[in-house]
Each structure stands twice: as structure tokens, then as C-alpha cells.
């Protein structure tokens, strides 16, 4: 499982969690280029609506999504409210004025459609995430867009030792406290031990690196030679439908602003 489904129970049996990697991240990805191109409340709102109302169908719970989706939650808020306040669009009926500070209609109604799209873009591929086991996506990655062995395996197991990092973060804190070099009191004295942390987790990263590429060449990742899969990843018609239906969302969404007239090009 994934870093994130540590943390939180997914069920690997609901239909959309049991699609080919490629076809989820895909899935994903044709929603978030329409976005990317325009900035509009009416394709984010349909799209941000569809994906909330598919998540049962990526067997991931209401609770712990919502518990471990807090730091996008945040960064929508910020966004928005970003967008909002330095926003030179101020037409409309002014809501708060104090000083420098000017919020109308028209920039609150901004802050709010740039809030929609960052969450619109995001909640896909978290979804996809959440529901990818890496091993799956190796191979899919591999099998299906032939990518490279070396890179696709070599991503999968740096993926895998992330939390290792995390955790010699943690030791090496708890190292330099039981020396007495904790500097909690002086800041430049924390700024010191914070900076010894960093290079010893990068010296353990880099030796730990080193190791995984010998081994990676030792067992021939480094050849031109084909090489086989143990897993099969299978590419369905189902897998299909996710991508079609995807695209058809995205097209939906697209028509129905331009419709309305708020479709929006960025680089209009």
C-alpha cells in the first residue's frame, strides 16, 4: 500500500479502485488540463461535484478521507482567500473595507472560483493515489507506456524508503536531544542542529541510494535487453469506460461554461 493508505482503510474490491493504475492516473489527469487551461466556477463546480459524489466508488471512507484531506482543505482556504484580497478585480458591492483592505463581490466571487479549481485538480489524483498499491503502478507503468524498467522501478523503490526518511528524521532528533543539543531556547543554535539533521539524513539518503543502484544494476536494470514482468497488469474495457467516461465529464463540464459564457482561457 501507498503512504497515504497507511493511514487510512480503503477497500480494493470497489469498482473504481480496482482499475489499471495508468487508467486512474489518466482518469485523473484529463480533468486537471482542462482546468489548468481555464479559470472558471462552472467547469470546477461540476467536476469538483462529480468526484465527490464518486468517491464510494474508489472505496475510500468519508472519515478518513476527510481527516487526512485537512491540508488541501487549508491550502483551498488560502487560496481562495489569496485571490480574494490581491485580486484587482473590485467591482461590485464593496463587503469590507478597512485601510489597503477591499473586498467586494466581484473579488470574493474570484477568491472563491480560484478555490474551486485548486480542489477540482486535486481531488482526482488523491483519489487515484489513494487507490494505487506502487507495485501495481511499476508494472503498469512499465507494461502499458513502456517506460523504462530502471526508472519505473527505481521511482518505485524510493517511494518505498520515503518513510524511512521519516523516521531517521525522528531517531536523529531524538539523538541529538539525548547529547544535549536540542537548542529548543536559542534559535541560532537551533538553526545549527537543525542544519546537522539535514545533512545526516542526506549522507544516510545518498549512501542508501547507492546501495539501491548497485543492486539495481547487479540484477541487469541497467541492460537494453527486454525484461519480463512477474505481475501482469491487465488493461480492460472497464479501464476503458474510466478513461472515456473521464473525458466525457471533461467535455461536459467544458461545453456547459462556454454555454454560460464563463468559460475563462488563461491565456486569453
Known sequence: MTLLQTHLSTDPAAPLARRNPVAKLGAALLPSMALL???DP?????????????VPAWGVGWPGLLRRLWPLGLAVVMVALGNAVFTDRKGGATLLEAGPLLLTTESV??????GLRVAAIALPGVLAILTIDPVDLADALVQH??????????SLAAFRLAPLLAAEWEVLGRARRA???GGDRNPARALAVLGGRLFALLVGAVRRGTQLAVAMDARGFAASAHRTSARRQTFTRADVALLAASALLTAVAVAAAIAVGAWSPVLS
Open 37 to 39: 487551461v481555464s479559470v
Open 42 to 54: 462552472v467547469s470546477s463546480a461540476l467536476l469538483l461535484t462529480a468526484w465527490l459524489v464518486s
Open 109 to 114: 466571487a474570484t477568491g472563491l472560483t480560484a
Open 145 to 154: 507506456l513502456r517506460v523504462p524498467a530502471r526508472f519505473a522501478y527505481g
Open 179 to 181: 547529547r544535549g543539543l
